[in-house]
C-alpha cells in the first residue's frame, strides 16, 4: 500500500505577473520502506516536490495524502505536528540556527519532537543530550559538539544537519542534495547509513540528487524533467559499498 500518493498535483510560484509553473498534473505513489532517488536537472522542480511532499509549502491544486492523510487539509498547527513527528528533512542549504552550536542544533530539534524511547515519545533533557550527540558521533562529528555553524566546514554543516534530520527517528526521511558537499569517501559513508536505516528500520528515504551514481542504489527511481515526472522501480541496485564517482 502506498505512504505517500500525489493526485494531479500543481505547484505554481506567482512573482507579481508572472507565473512560474514548477510542477504540473504530477501523479506519483510511493510505498514505505522505499529507497527513492529524485533526479532532473536543475529547475525541475526537485526541492519543490520535496517541499510538498514534506508540508514545507502547499500544492497550488491537486492532492497530497501521507499515511492516509490529506496534508493538504491540515491546519498550520497540525502541519507543523506532521512535519515534527513524520519527516527527518535535510536541506540542499542545511538551514541550521546560526547562533546554536552543532550539538543544540540537533537538541533543539529534539526539543520540538522529542525522542522515541520503547514506542513513546520524550522530551527528557538527558535523554536528548545523549540521542543528540549519540547521532553527532554517528557522522563522526563529535570533536565539533561545540563549534557555531560559521565555524565549521560545508560538509561539516551537511554533516550536522543530516544528523539533526534523522536523530529524531523519523518514519520518513526527506533529503535534498544530502551529499553534495561531501568529498567521496564522506558521501558513500552518509548514503552507507541511510541505506542501512532503510533496510534495518523500514523507514522512507526520498534522496533528490544530480549525481547520477547515486540513482544506482536505489529502488525507485524518480525523474522530473519538464514538470513531468517518470517513475521506475529497480530489483537490484547497486550495494553502496560498490559505489564509485
Ligand atoms: N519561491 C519561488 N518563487 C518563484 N519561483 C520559484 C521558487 N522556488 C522555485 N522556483 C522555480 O521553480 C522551478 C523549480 O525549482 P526547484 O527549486 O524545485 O528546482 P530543483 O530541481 O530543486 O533545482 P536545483 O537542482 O537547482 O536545486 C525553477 O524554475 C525555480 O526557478
Ligand atoms: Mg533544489
New binding site residues.
Given amino acids: 500500500m502506498s505512504l505517500i500518493t500525489l493526485t494531479s498535483v500543481t505547484k505554481e ?1 506567482k ?1 507579481g505577473e508572472i507565473i ?1 509553473t ?1 510542477l504540473k498534473d504530477i501523479n506519483l505513489d510511493i510505498e514505505k520502506g522505499k529507497f527513492v532517488v529524485l533526479v ?1 536537472p ?8 520535496l517541499n510538498l511532499i514534506s508540508a514545507i509549502d502547499y500544492p497550488s491544486a491537486g492532492r497530497i495524502q501521507i499515511d492516509n492523510v490529506d496534508i493538504s487539509f491540515l491546519k498550520r498547527k497540525q502541519r507543523a505536528q506532521f512535519r515534527r513527528e513524520k519527516i527527518g528533512f535535510i536541506f ?1 542549504f542545511f538551514n541550521l540556527l546560526p547562533t546554536l552550536s552543532a550539538l543544540e542544533n540537533i537538541e533543539f530539534s529534539l526539543d520540538l519532537s522529542g525522542i522515541l524511547v520503547n514506542g513513546k515519545r520524550s522530551f527528557d533533557k538527558k535523554d536528548i543530550r545523549e540521542t543528540a550527540m549519540t547521532w553527532l558521533r554517528g557522522v563522526h562529528l563529535e570533536e565539533r559538539a561545540n563549534h557555531f555553524p560559521s565555524q565549521l566546514s560545508g560538509g561539516e554543516q551537511q554533516r550536522v544537519a543530516i544528523a539533526r534530520a534523522l536523530a529524531k527517528d523519523p518514519p520518513i526521511v526527506v533529503a535534498d ?1 544530502p551529499t553534495g558537499n561531501l568529498d567521496y569517501q564522506t558521501g558513500v559513508s552518509i548514503l552507507n547509513l541511510m541505506k542501512k536505516l532503510n533496510e534495518t528500520t523500514n523507514k522512507t528515504f526520498i534522496i ?1 540528487t ?1 549525481n547520477q551514481q547515486i540513482v544506482k542504489i536505489a529502488n525507485v527511481v524518480i525523474s ?1 524533467q519538464f514538470n513531468q515526472i517518470y517513475c521506475y522501480e529497480q530489483d537490484n541496485p547497486l550495494d553502496v559499498s560498490k559505489l564509485a564517482w
Fill in positions: 510560484y512573482l512560474v514548477a532532473g536543475s529547475g525541475s522542480g526537485k526541492t519543490t516536490l540542499q542534495e533528490a544530480h522530473l
